[in-house]
Structures are given as C-alpha cells and as structure tokens.
C-alpha cells in the first residue's frame, strides 16, 4: 500500500527563466505512488542556497536530489527505500552515466570521467562498478542522491559557502556523527557530460577550485588524494630544469606515460578503441586543469555564508501526475 512507502521529496534547483527542467519531465516517470512525492523546483543563482531552501520547505521524509537535467530511472525510489530500512543510512547514490545517444565528444568525455588514473575512486560517480556497498563522499554526487531529511538538517544542510562540494563536505559531518553513506551501482541517473572542450575543461577547473575550498574549510585526510593533481602541476613546471640538470628526475615523467598508456589499453574494452584513444591526451589535461583548479582554489577568498548577500530563491511546488 502507498501508506507505507514515505513521503518523498525531490528537489530540482535550476535557473531563474530556464524552461522546465528535463528532470522534472523524468521525474513523472518514477514508478512511486503518486501522493508519496512531492516536487520542488527552486529557482536561483547559487544551487547550495536553492537546495537548502527548498530542504526547509520540504514535506518529504527523505529528499531525492537532482540536477535540472538529470534524468533518473524509474525504479529508483523503490530501489532505494530497500536500502534506507537501515535506520543508520543516512544518504544513497549512485553513477549518473553519458546517455549512449550522446554526441561522440560527450561520450570522449564519458571515457575520462569514468577512468580509474583520471578520477580514482570518484570515476564511480560516473561508471557502475561493483556491488552495493558502504562508501565515502569520494563515490557519491549530488546530481543523483537520496537523503534521509532529519539528520541533513541537523546539520543545517549544505555550506553555503561552498559551491561546488558543499555535499561532500556534508557527508563528511554525516559519517562523524556515525551515519552511514551507501553507493548503489543500479541506482542511476543518465545526465550528459559538458557540450564542448572549453565547458570540459572549466569544469574540471572547477572541480580542483571546489576541493581546494571544502579542504580550506573542513580538512579531512581525505582529501589527501587529491593534492597529487596540484603537486603534479608543480612537477611539469619543473621539467625543463630537471631535464637539463637531473635528468633522473624525468622517471615520473616516463612513469606517468605509462600509466597513461594502461588506462588508455584498460578503457577499451568498456568503451572501445577509437573513443579510448581519443580520451587518452584529455587523462592528462583532466590532471592539469583540475590541479590548476586546486591552486586557485587555495587563495579564493572564502566569504562566510552570513556575509553573502541574501540570494532570492523562487520555490515552485508539484507533484507528480496521474
């Protein structure tokens, strides 16, 4: 009975004059009962603002977020409330994948994002792999999450201050507090990479300026990995010197090539040869522009959420139809 399925809420931030987001559109399709969901769409130009002001606004026992053009699959909530039986769940994910109609250069862009050397342990944000399992921050994204509200609030929701990994830093205070972070292979949502190369690559700037900021804020020795692309950006300044003075030191260098050279020969036989091959110059450039990224990040100036000027959120409130 739809009694006994919670009340869930999903929230949808997006663009003041946007059209209606593809998720909402996605979203009639999920194979809920319609009086358990409630749909929020909060309108407004910082998405940490918007959520957490549709978090308050919310009804929902646990909150599904999505980005304004994910798109999930139906039986995700079903999936999911399997797994939030256990009281100690505090949030569920699971890969937001490139749909196959994609362009070819999103797809490109697909084979980086879901690489081992590129992105590591995050590359599962991106690709199925394994088997439902406990996790960190490192395997979820916000773009495809479910959340348990009470203890989301509890913490007063997303930092503010924070854009992006305001949620990595969020499931990082849920796991101190002994909550637990679940990543489900199957739980999927398919969301198309950036349309073009310049896109690719602020994005992935992007990502270095927002790990950069989370680890100013709220330092975890997980973030540890994450200082390699920075200190690689360093060591590639450093090569003309060490060439031309200690030539021993360009063995990281050969190295690198090689570990290149495997990822590329591992990737092809989930995404085949000409797409591999094409993604193998974009492993490096993902490593220099998020290390870039990270450097700049290490001197934003970080303004505390009540020192932001108030951003206006405009809430439009649905459910999903019969």
């Known amino acids: ?60 026992e646990f909150i599904y977020f999505l980005d304004d053009d994910s798109l999930p699959q139906p039986g995700n909530l079903r999936r999911a409330w ?20 994609a362009p070819l250069l ?29 996790t960190s921050e490192k395997e979820l994204i916000l773009c495809n999450l479910m959340a348990r509200r009470a203890p989301v609030i509890a913490l007063a929701g997303f930092d503010e201050a924070l ?12 796991q101190k507090q002994g909550n637990k972070l679940l990543y489900d292979p199957q739980f ?31 330092p975890t020795p997980g973030s540890a990995l994450n200082l390699v692309p920075p200190l690689f950006c360093v060591y590639l300044v450093l090569v003309p010197t060490l060439a031309w003075r200690f030539p021993l030191g360009l063995w990281p260098l ?34 220099v522009f998020y290390g870039l990224g990270f450097w700049r990040g290490l001197f934003t100036r970080l303004k505390p959420a009540g020192e932001k000027p108030a951003m206006e959120v405009t809430l439009e409130t649905a459910g999903l139809k019969e």
């Open 106 to 134: 999103e797809q490109v862009f697909a084979v980086v994002l879901s690489s081992l050397l590129a992105f590591g342990p995050s590359r599962a944000r991106y690709h199925s792999v394994g088997a439902i399992r406990a």
């Open 1 to 60: 009975m739809s009694s006994e399925l919670p009340l869930v809420t999903v929230i949808i931030p997006t663009r003041p004059g946007e059209d209606e987001p593809r998720a909402l559109h996605a979203v009639q399709s999920l194979d809920y009962p319609r009086d358990r969901v409630e749909v929020i769409v909060a309108r407004g130009r910082q998405p940490s603002v918007q959520r957490n002001t549709a978090l308050r606004a919310a009804h929902g």
């Open 188 to 218: 999927i949502a398919y969301r198309r990479p950036r349309p073009t190369f310049t896109a690719f690559c602020k994005m992935l700037m992007t990502y270095g300026r927002g790990r950069a900021e989370q680890f100013r804020l709220h």
């Open 254 to 287: 050969a190295a690198y090539a090689l570990a290149v050279l495997g990822q590329t020969m591992a990737s092809v036989s989930h995404h085949g040869l000409g797409r591999s091959l094409l993604a193998s110059p974009l492993l490096v450039l993902t490593h």
């Open 163 to 174: 854009y992006p990994n305001e949620e990595n830093a969020l499931m990082d205070d849920l």
């Open 82 to 101: 399997e797994q939030f039986k256990d009281a100690k769940v505090a949030m569920l994910g699971g890969p937001n994948l490139c749909p196959p109609e």
